[in-house]
């Protein structure tokens, strides 16, 4: 069964920068489609960033447009979400998901989009 695995979440002051990691548990999702979300106490989940499969085009949210870097190592099966100048309103828990699935030249954005999911790791931004 595949697996997907967070890593990176944690607290950091207004400003400041954090860098997550997903590790996918099979070589298969090396080039897999690829997207990061997340999910703010009280509100629903949202897309955060994306990275198409095989070619790596990137989309983002305009919250985090400018601010995050979602990139990918193929070798380590691992995608990673760069997150600089974080904000209050950045406090949540982010998710991976992956799916092996669509064109090659579109970002998963939606929630349905995907099929694989990790388990979420908590980011808190404090002032």
């Known amino acids: 069964q595949v697996q997907l695995v967070e890593s990176g979440g944690g607290l950091v002051q207004a400003g400041g920068s954090l860098r997550l990691s997903c590790v996918a548990s099979a070589h298969t999702f090396s080039a897999a489609a690829r997207g990061w979300f997340r999910q703010a106490p009280g509100k629903e989940r949202e897309f955060v960033a994306g990275?198409?499969?095989?070619?790596?085009?990137?989309e983002y949210s305009d919250s985090v447009k400018g601010r995050f870097t979602i990139s990918r190592d193929n070798d380590k099966n691992t995608v990673y979400l760069q997150m600089n100048s974080l904000k209050l309103e950045d406090t949540a828990v982010y998710y991976c998901?992956?799916?092996?699935?669509?064109?090659?030249?579109?970002?998963?954005?939606?929630?349905?989009?995907?099929?694989?999911w990790g388990q979420g790791t908590q980011v808190t931004v404090s002032s």
């Open positions: 998901a992956a799916d092996l699935n669509g064109s090659i030249w579109l970002v998963h954005t939606r929630e349905h989009d995907y099929n694989y």
């Open positions: 990275i198409s499969r095989t070619v790596g085009i990137t």
